[in-house]
């Protein structure tokens, strides 16, 4: 079974940080792309902000370039979101999703976690 969990949401102040994690289970994880959308209350559509695929190349969304790393622990199973200089606008729920390679559209991806809220306040 395909299990994806999040952690490391919360709240915390403009300019602060967070790293969020998604641990992996149930499938070949390294060889598949993973990424972080977020969905802020009130619209539909999860953007992606970034991606690593399998053989670690990155992508960012334009608005978070600089300030968000994203990385992965192939031993751990484990996908991290290092989250600095932390706006009000990224207050959104954030969620990992997996797929063969690093898709822009969330309806591509095959599996996703549960979520977990990151709330910015100013």
């Known amino acids: 079974q395909v299990q994806l969990v999040e952690s490391g949401g919360g709240s915390v102040q403009a300019g602060g940080s967070l790293t969020l994690s998604c641990v992996v289970s149930?499938?070949?994880?390294?060889?598949?792309?993973m990424a972080w959308f977020r969905q802020v209350p009130g619209k539909e559509e999860r953007e992606r902000i970034a991606?690593?695929?399998?053989?670690?190349?990155?992508e960012y969304r334009d608005s978070v370039k600089g300030r968000f790393t994203v990385s992965r622990d192939n031993a751990k199973n484990t996908l991290f979101l290092e989250m600095n200089s932390l706006k009000p606008e990224d207050t959104a729920m954030y969620y990992c999703?997996?797929?063969?390679?690093?898709?822009?559209?969330?309806?591509?991806?095959?599996?996703w976690g549960q979520g977990t809220q990151v709330t910015v306040s100013s």
């Open positions: 999703a997996s797929d063969a390679l690093c898709w822009i559209l969330s309806n591509k991806y095959n599996f």
């Open positions: 149930g499938y070949t994880y390294t060889t598949y792309g």
């Open positions: 991606c690593v695929e399998s053989d670690g190349k990155t």
